[in-house]
């Protein structure tokens, strides 16, 4: 005999909207840190500074905004790299980025 199919519920966390001036964190190992600060030929002074600056058991806290700029960055020298094992430290804190950013909307649009 044959029976319906159990209604499958959409699995998707659903996205948090954050206001567009609004900073969401990302825990960055120091590890993890190190590989901005030195494999990011380009890091802007902004983003270094909280690198630096934020403790290690803290959230690195940016808009969604800041956090896109950073992604594409690290896109761009991840694909540029000759180096093998560099080209993955950044593609994983990459996908971090974009995990951080499918987590979240805001009114805004990146440029």
Known sequence: MWEPQQKRENTLPARKYVKPNETVGLNLTA???KTLLTDVEFLDDD???ALRET???QNIEFTLLDWDYLGG???FEAEAANDPKRKER???IFARIEGL???Y???E???
Do not use: I, K, N, V
């Open 90 to 92: 950044l593609s994983g």
């Open 47 to 49: 983003y270094e500074q």
């Open 73 to 75: 960055e690290l896109q």
């Open 109 to 111: 649009e990146p440029e």
């Open 55 to 57: 403790p290690t058991d």
């Open 105 to 107: 909307y805001t009114d």
């Open 31 to 33: 590890a993890e840190r």
């Open 101 to 103: 950013l499918a987590a």
